[in-house]
């Protein structure tokens, strides 16, 4: 970029998946966007598409509202198909039950939907990402660390190394961490679930069936979620100690206690990738809107990765962002602060029904008392048994 000041409409701080697709989005609205990172662009390196012998850890499980609206922003069009798996059901086990039969068995055909959701690596999907803001007018400023911030007034100045930037909206998309939070001095609630996420891939000698499956232990959560190629992906949150346990083990040993832990419904598994842990917390912002700035993503509400949804919420900020946007008088400023909480208050909703989730169902299970357990049994089997609250149940976890 060629000019030390600019000026314009938005200016979005983190080029994570919910920056992107905020850039592409109100560039399409046709908004003036600079986005800005303090790392440099991610590259993928030539022939990544066909490499069948390395897969991103961190994948996602996007719901079918999410990928209709990346379909919409010209996102979905750049994800190679053969790094994409449709789910066509979900297998759900309590603490009681880890063999063959599932408590609750929840099927795209049972609500008629042709799947129920999507899997993808985070690095495909952020390369679509990138494929798509590279069609845009997005003024992109990379590898260039914030160093101030000033919203005051109706202007916001953002300044960068070398760099003033000035916008009516400043979007702080820039994770749990957020420098934005913390420059607008944005207090966050904190929930430690006192539990440590393990993510890795394995190859099955079984195949999956596109069917993604949970057990829920006592203080303990473990997803194997399916892959491309017969993998599946693994995501095991348990007790500090029991991971640091685990960790010891070799890869080989941890894939064959995971494979037990599952009763064997996945089959003997083989390690395709590195193990991955890191604590787990929830942390929500007290405030997200603020005059000309607001939070989005996981700068504004990081949650519990079970089965891959968070990053549903931060896509479903930009949506409704921009939809609020869509309906805005045109002399408005869109960095308005009334403007700004209207748009945090539509999302209340959906960040407190998955906190709910979340936490409600580790707090259930987390209790070792035989009453707790055997009623919690008790209402997943009678929710299996109960065809129209099944339907109700997948058509709100898949957005349809």
Known sequence: MAADYLQTDVVIVGAGLVGLTAAIALSRLGKRVVLTDAKPIMALPEGWVNDTAHWDTRIYALTNATVSWLTDIGVWQHLPASRVTPIAAMHLWSPTQVHDTPDIRLTAEEAHLPHMGYIVESWALMNACWQALNRTDVTIITDA?????????????????????????????DG?????????????????????ALVTNYISDQPHGDIARQWFGIHETLALLPMPQQQVSLVWALSHVSAQAKLQLSQQALATEVAARCGMVAGTLRPHGEVVAFPLLQKTAVVTALPNVMLLGDAAHQVHPMAGQGVNLGFGDVMTLCTHMQRLPRLQPIGHQGFLQRVARARKTDIAAMHALTRGLDSLFSRSQAGWTHAAVLGLRGLENSAMLKRFLIRTATGA
């Open 145 to 173: 660390p914030a160093t101030g911030l000033q919203h005051c007034g109706h202007i916001a100045h953002l300044t960068l190394a070398g760099r003033e930037i000035e916008a009516q909206l400043v979007i702080g998309a």
């Open 176 to 196: 749990a961490r957020s420098w934005v939070r913390e420059q607008c001095a944005i207090n966050t609630e904190v929930f430690d679930f006192a539990q440590t």
